[in-house]
């Protein structure tokens, strides 16, 4: 099990961007498939990004459009999300997630550890 903290939240503006990061303590980064998801008050949590061990093989969510990029920051344990061109339907907490895992992972029923979550606002 590893802890996981949010860090880079924020408000912004439309068509502005965020990175936000996720510091992993307990484990090495590199043995754990990494996610971000994101919630809004109401409504299932819902899948961001991913970004697979070893390969760091990389999968999307429709709704991204190129505009997000996940990463892993092997030097630094961390795991990052890089959101340009950000919408205000982008409103929401985003929580990253890991699970000891090969290959991407896209269910979050399936992620062992979460962090706290960390609220990103998208005005006009």
């Known amino acids: 099990q590893v802890q996981l903290i949010e860090s880079g939240g924020g408000l912004v503006r439309t068509g502005g961007s965020l990175r936000l990061a996720c510091a992993v303590s307990g484990g090495p980064i590199s043995h754990y498939a990494m996610g971000w998801f994101r919630q809004v008050p109401g409504k299932e949590r819902e899948f961001v990004a991913a970004?697979?061990?070893?390969?760091?093989?990389?999968h999307y969510a429709e709704f991204v459009e190129g505009r997000f990029t996940i990463s892993i920051d092997d030097a630094k344990n961390t795991a990052r999300l890089q959101m340009n061109s950000l919408k205000a339907e982008d409103t929401a907490t985003y929580y990253c997630?890991?699970?000891?895992?090969?290959?991407?992972?896209?269910?979050?029923?399936?992620?062992?550890?979460w962090g706290q979550g960390t609220q990103v606002i998208v005005s006009s």
């Open positions: 997630a890991a699970f000891r895992a090969m290959g991407v992972v896209i269910l979050p029923e399936l992620y062992t550890d």
């Open positions: 970004i697979s061990r070893g390969t760091w093989d990389t």
